[in-house]
């Protein structure tokens, strides 16, 4: 995991929830919600089952996978499983600094000191266990990350740290302009090429409709690509996406017949007319976390009413 100060080893998993067990899955659930009506309605959720090919199967673990309901009661699962757990870990057990990013059953924790990710992984290992868990063993690894990490592996005779992938982007050691530690944030080469092969059968689809109707999808489509991925220092994937999804776009005017010749600089026209320009949209992270929010309500901080002895005013 990256850190702004300290060494920075890392540890990055995947967690199974095939094994969940019901039974602790809602003695979680009640040690928050006190209607018995509520957990009841969740235990009927549970023992629904799953249908496949016209079957109907029925588990005694696992979250019912599918269910609009099943993120939910993971979240609540790894909440007392994991987080509780990490947060009283790094509280008793670890002798430097420690961050814990988790989204969904993706984790990432860092730590200031190797000695204690060793320590942490072989712990939250037994815990997982504990609880009917387990890590996935090809995605879950211990790397040296951060400010110190490409000297030190310099000196030991090793290549450029290594990177890890987290919610769609790989994260990489790298240096500003000025020569200072930056972590670098890039869109997943396999999850690139995967929208563009998306982007690429849908036009297939798509290419008898008008230029209008397919220059407004395909800038939906940019837009919500950028929306996510247009953060600082990924700049040039976003330029990459928008010129392979204007590349596709003239292959299909071109296949709708002969007489189609769209050129260079008249594809270009249309790119202008309906896709965004490549633009960061996200913040700096110092900048995003620096930002303080104002109420600007009128009645903010004041009663909107004042009760007094002749009635309410």
Known sequence: MPRREGPGDGQSGDVSFDSVSQEWLIRFLEHRIGDK?????????????????????????GTGQGSVISPLLANVYLHYVIDLWAKRWRRREASGDMIVVRYADDLVVGFEHETDARRFLDAMRTRLEEFSLSMHPDKTRTIEFGRHAAANR?????GK???????????????????????????RADRLRTKLKEVKAT????????????????????RGFMNYHAVPTNYEANVAFRRQVISHWRRALIRRGDRDRTTRQRIEKFADDYLPKVQIIHPWPEQRFAVRHPRWEPYAGKPHVRICAGGVQ
């Open 203 to 222: 036009l297939r689809q798509r290419r008898h409709q008008s230029t209008p109707e397919l220059g407004k999808w395909l800038g939906q489509v940019v």
């Open 37 to 61: 009506r509520i957990i009841r309605l969740i235990q009927k959720w549970l023992k629904a089952g799953v249908l496949e090919d016209g079957v109907v199967a029925v588990s005694e673990m």
């Open 154 to 158: 310099e000196m030991r005779g090793l």
């Open 161 to 187: 740290p290594e990177t890890f992938n987290f919610l769609g982007f790989t994260f990489i050691c790298g240096r500003s302009r000025q020569g200072k530690f930056l972590v670098k944030r890039k869109t």
